[in-house]
């Protein structure tokens, strides 16, 4: 069998979010912001037809999965560092002897440790890998840039764990 990587990377393929880091129980950068981009590898088999997969199919799934977040100010649920309680339509944040506050309706809280582009591309390629997995591929990178020269990846495979 003859397998094909493919490469997506689309203009359309981006979400803008509102963020902190956090390094240490204490230290943490100020609130700001990014343009985030999405890209994919995908691997799969040479179909008889002469295609691999349906550039179609991934391009709508990557684009929508952008759009959930796009324009959201996003905590991390499971940071050590840090606890978020809702309180009347805000979400209450306290680390380290602060206390902020961030409107429900604007702020999405994920089941990630830290809002970096690691844990973004796990959390994409999370969602996106029961959709990935139907469409043949045996293999896929999905890569979350902050901006040029500032990027991670996660990697799934066929019969075998995120890694």
């Known amino acids: 069998m003859r ?5 997506i990377n ?10 902190y880091t956090i390094f240490s129980a204490t230290e943490r950068e100020r609130l700001h912001g990014h343009n ?5 590898r995908l691997v799969a088999p040479l179909g008889s037809n002469g295609f691999s997969a349906d550039y179609n199919l991934y391009k709508n799934l990557i684009k929508a999965v952008c759009d959930e977040l796009d324009e ?3 905590l991390a649920k499971n ?4 606890s978020i309680v809702e309180d009347n339509g805000d ?4 680390f380290d002897n602060e206390e902020f506050r961030f409107l429900t309706r604007d702020t999405l809280v994920l089941p990630i440790t830290n809002v970096t582009v690691e844990e973004l591309s796990y959390y994409l390629l999370d969602k996106l890998r029961d959709d990935l997995a139907k469409g043949g591929l045996t293999e896929v990178d999905i890569c979350v840039s902050s901006g040029p020269g500032q990027q991670a990846s996660a990697c ?3 019969n075998a764990a995120l890694v």
């Open 156 to 158: 799934w495979r066929a």
């Open 10 to 19: 689309k203009e359309s393929h981006k979400f803008s979010i509102a963020h």
């Open 79 to 82: 940071s050590p560092y840090q």
């Open 72 to 74: 959201y100010m996003v």
């Open 91 to 94: 979400y209450v944040v306290s």
């Open 36 to 40: 985030y981009s999405v890209s994919a």
């Open 3 to 7: 397998y094909n990587t493919i490469y």
